[in-house]
């Protein structure tokens, strides 16, 4: 929604020499990606409530014969179908103001959300939700596994841009980022928010450094790990406009270690006598992915997942917030030609992402604007909208990653600083979780 100094040589200064054929052979765009992915969204939205909502597929199943009466039906078909064309129609479009031949992105784009679909329905067994194997991971390990193993990737170049998609995808998460929701919950989330992303990110940027990583890689582990992780690392990438090879490297990094997080720590809560409100906001303010959130707060009780989302909902508007922050820290230290320099206007707008700002000025509508019957009732399409956009983004990170430059990256140092960084916050989280939740500082409040 969009994963390295020395470190960075290992694969910035020396590609491989498919990553460089492929580079060479990308059009340049004639309209900055950003803005694309914002108008793509923006379309999409508006058709959505303009009353273009086609039916939800269903993907939950939990028996071989559940899986085929209600997932693998023509009816539910039709419905994925109809979703597929929503997004498909824009995303031509954009693609062809990017330059890029309108029928293989299109066939290339077919196959793709083929392929998401599966990550869709395999995250759908109840076996998958109840351990936290959520469609992004499947998406990722699928797209790593046909990368590595046959030629897809390069016959469907045209097509794998996880970045477009990811961001198109957070452009249409705004919908569901509502200051209003932020309002009802109190300030109590906020502030720990705040306090988490400040101090966790500070600390994470540090030990990056210390063990001698690059500031853009650092920067985008600080981020990952502080805020809201893959959404996150994608916002400072842009803000930074950062390698995506590296971007690449940090999801893997976020979806490998949120899955044992995810088990694990809803278990410690459980055995600990953790209040529920404090778990919540524990789990909410450390796990990096907010699907990860809710199936962690599920697995202790209504009120946790609750405390869970609020905390997670905090982080992630804080997204738009850290990436203008980061712009602007970062055209001051390297300005335009990187070298340090004074920060402009027109370096700061230069650098800044786009994207964020679509993902702001939706979340303002749909907060302030359109009436909260409009909002509930465009909620399933755009979700279901959303979590396409991100399959096939996550589907498109797998293919374009390569294992031999992961395991070049750094001799193993970001995977240290990562889980160490993820340490520090899983402790000063969990302070400040009992410090604001657990009644030490405030009473304790209330999620329904």
Not at 281 to 308: C, I, K
């Amino acid at each position: 929604m969009s994963t390295f100094g020395p470190m960075s040589r290992a694969i910035a200064a020396t590609p491989t020499a498919s990553s460089t054929a492929d580079e060479a052979q990308q059009p340049t765009p004639l309209v900055n990606e950003d803005w694309i992915a914002v108008a793509i969204g923006a379309a999409i939205i508006l058709l959505v409530i303009l009353g273009l909502r086609p039916a939800v597929p269903r993907f939950g199943w939990d028996t071989p014969d559940a899986l085929s009466a209600t997932v693998l039906t023509a009816e539910n078909f039709s419905k994925w179908i109809q979703v597929g064309l929503l997004m498909l129609v824009p995303a031509v479009a954009g693609a062809r103001v990017m330059g890029v031949p309108a029928i293989p992105f299109l066939l290339g784009f077919a196959v793709l959300y083929t392929v998401a679909g599966v990550a869709q329905v395999l995250a759908g067994f109840t076996g998958s939700s109840a351990v936290g194997l959520e469609y992004v991971i499947y998406a990722l390990v699928i797209g790593l596994v046909l990368g590595q193993t046959t030629t897809l990737r390069r016959r469907l170049m045209e097509a794998v841009r996880a970045e477009y998609y990811i961001k198109v995808g957070l452009v249409v998460l705004g919908a569901s980022v509502l200051f209003s929701e932020l309002v009802e919950a109190g300030l109590l989330g906020i502030a720990q928010a705040l306090l988490v992303v400040i101090s966790v990110w500070s600390f994470s940027f540090w030990l990056a450094r210390r063990m001698r990583i690059d500031e853009e890689l650092a920067t985008m582990l600080s981020s990952a790990v502080s805020i809201c992780g893959v959404s996150a690392a994608i916002a400072t990438c842009g803000a930074i406009q950062g390698d995506r090879r590296k971007l690449s490297y940090v999801s893997s990094l976020v979806l490998v270690v949120a899955v044992p997080m995810m088990l694990v720590m809803p278990w410690v809560s459980r055995i600990t006598g953790m209040p529920d409100a404090v778990s919540g906001a524990w789990l909410g303010g450390t796990l990096d992915t907010s699907a990860a959130v809710v199936a962690a707060g599920e697995l202790v009780s209504d009120q946790a997942r609750n405390a869970a989302v609020v905390v997670k909902l905090s982080q992630n508007v804080l997204i738009g917030v850290a990436a203008f922050l980061l712009t602007i820290w970062w055209s001051t230290r390297h300005g335009s030609s990187g070298e340090k320099s004074s920060t402009g206007i027109g370096v700061i707008w230069e650098r800044f992402p786009k994207f964020v700002l679509g993902f702001l000025a939706v979340s303002l509508v749909f907060s302030f604007v359109i009436s909260s019957t409009a909002v509930s009732d465009t909620r399933s399409v755009l979700t279901a909208v959303r979590t396409g956009w991100f399959a096939l983004a996550f589907l498109s990170i797998g293919l374009e990653t390569s294992f031999g430059d992961l395991a070049r990256v750094g001799g193993g140092r970001p995977v240290v600083v990562f889980l160490g960084a993820q340490a520090f916050n899983v402790v000063v989280t969990l302070v400040f979780a009992y410090l604001f939740f657990g009644g030490i500082l405030f009473p304790v409040p209330t999620f329904n």
